[in-house]
C-alpha cells in the first residue's frame, strides 16, 4: 500500500510511529488481503456543525480517495445529518437500498438507529459505530475509554490544586451517549477527591461559541472558579468568557484545539499559564474506514477496538501546535497499518499504540 500523504492535505501529521514499530516487530499483525477494490464502505454522521467534525469529514475523504488510488475500495461516500436520528436512519435505509457493503456510523442516538442498523446487518452489511454507541449487539464499536479522560482531567486538577477547589463543567450535547460518557468519568474520577466541588454544569456543544455564551451566562452567579472540566471544543469559548467578565483565568483543561493551544502558549508566554490537554481526535474518522475494509478483507476483527485518546503536556505543547493549521486539532493520520495495530492491541488485550506529535515526512 502506498501510505505517502495526498500532497494537498494540510492536516496531516504523525500519531502511527509506535504502531507501525508494533506491526515491525510482529509479523502476526498483517493486514487481510482480501479482494474490497469493487466494495464500497458508506459514511453515516451524524452532526457536521462544529469544526471537529468537519475535520473529521476530511480526513474520513482523504484516507478514502488514496484508498480508492491504491485499489482497495471502490467509493466511500459521506452524508450528514443535522443531529437528528430520524434523518440519520433515512440516510442508513437509504444506503441499504443503494447496497453499500459496510456503512460507519457516527450515531446521533444509542437506541433510535437500532432498528435501521438490524436491517442493514440482515442484509449481510457490515456496520461500524464510532466514536458512540448503539444497543444494537450486530455491530463493531470503534471508541474511546471515556473514563479514562476523566480520570487525566481531574487527577490533573487534583495535583495542581492539591485536592480542594471548586469547579465549573462543560458538557458537550445534551442526550448524546458520549456526552454522558465523558461526563460519567469526570465525576466518577472527581470522586476520588471529596475537596472538588462541582457548582455548575453547562452545555456547550463542543463548540468555541456555544460555551462561551453558556459560560458568560452562568458567570455573574458563580464563586470564584478554581478549574473547569471540559470536553473538547469548548477550552477558548469557556477562557474568552472568563476574560471578558474580568475574572482571572482559572485551570481550563483543553481539547487539543489549535484555538485552545494557542490560547494556552499565549498565556504561558505571558505569565507562566499551566494546563493539560486531552480529547479524541478527529481523525477517529479513518479508524473506522480501516476497521471496515479490514472487516470486509476477512481479517478477525473485535467487536470493540479501542482509539487512544490523545494528551498533550505541557512539555509537548509547542510540537504539536506546530502541527495545526488555524481551525485544526490533534489530529495524528491513521494508516491502514496502524489500526491493524490496533485491532491487534483488542485482541490481545494490550494498550492501544499511542499518538506523538511529529510531523510526518514527506
Known amino acids: 500500500m502506498n501510505t ?17 514499530a508494533m506491526v515491525a516487530a510482529n509479523p502476526a499483525q498483517a493486514a487481510a ?19 471537529f467534525r468537519k475535520v473529521m469529514v476530511r480526513n474520513w475523504q482523504e484516507i478514502a480517495v488514496q484508498a480508492q488510488q491504491d485499489g482497495l475500495i471502490r467509493e466511500a461516500p459521506v452524508v450528514s445529518a443535522n443531529n437528528s ?11 441499504i437500498v443503494k447496497g453499500v457493503n459496510a456503512i460507519v456510523i457516527l450515531a446521533a442516538s444509542d437506541t433510535a438507529l437500532n432498528g435501521v442498523i438490524r436491517d442493514a446487518c440482515n442484509a449481510g452489511i457490515v456496520v461500524v459505530v464510532m466514536a458512540s454507541l448503539v444497543t444494537e449487539s450486530c455491530v463493531y464499536t470503534v471508541d474511546y475509554n471515556w473514563s479514562a479522560m476523566g480520570r487525566v482531567e481531574m487527577d490533573y486538577v487534583a495535583e495542581r490544586l492539591k485536592g480542594t477547589g471548586t469547579l465549573l463543567e462543560i458538557r458537550g450535547i445534551a442526550g448524546d451517549a458520549t456526552d ?13 477527591y471529596p475537596g472538588l466541588k462541582f457548582v455548575k454544569t453547562v452545555y456547550g456543544n463542543w463548540t468555541a461559541s456555544v460555551a462561551r455564551k453558556e459560560v458568560a451566562l452562568a458567570l455573574p452567579s458563580l464563586p470564584s472558579i478554581d478549574a473547569v472540566a471540559t470536553q473538547g471544543g469548548d477550552g477558548y ?14 485551570i481550563i483543561v483543553m481539547g487539543n484545539r489549535q484555538d485552545e493551544l494557542a490560547l494556552w502558549k499565549q498565556e504561558r508566554d505571558a505569565n507562566g499559564y499551566e494546563t493539560v490537554s486531552v480529547s479524541a481526535s478527529p481523525s477517529v474518522s479513518q479508524v473506522g474506514f480501516w476497521v471496515a475494509q479490514q472487516v470486509l478483507a476477512g481479517k478477525q476483527v473485535p467487536k470493540f477496538v479501542e482509539v487512544p485518546l490523545v494528551r498533550i503536556d505541557a512539555k509537548d505543547l509547542d510540537a504539536w501546535l506546530a502541527t495545526m493549521p488555524v481551525g485544526g486539532a490533534a489530529n495524528p493520520i491513521y494508516s491502514q497499518a496502524s489500526v491493524v495495530a490496533m485491532i491487534d492491541a483488542a485482541i490481545n488485550n494490550t494498550a492501544p499504540p499511542t499518538p506523538l506529535p511529529e510531523i510526518l515526512k514527506q
Open 4 to 20: 505517502k500523504p495526498i500532497p494537498h492535505i494540510f492536516w496531516r501529521f504523525a500519531g502511527c510511529v509506535t504502531a507501525l
Open 237 to 250: 469559548g469557556a477562557a474568552m468568557a472568563f476574560k471578558a467578565a474580568g475574572r482571572p483565568l482559572p
Open 33 to 51: 488481503g482480501g479482494p474490497t477494490a469493487n466494495q464500497s464502505i458508506a459514511f453515516s454522521n451524524s452532526y457536521a456543525g462544529s469544526d
Open 180 to 192: 454522558k460518557n465523558i461526563s460519567d468519568g469526570i465525576r466518577k474520577a472527581a470522586s476520588d
Open 85 to 95: 436520528a430520524s434523518e440519520q436512519a433515512a440516510h442508513i435505509q437509504d444506503m
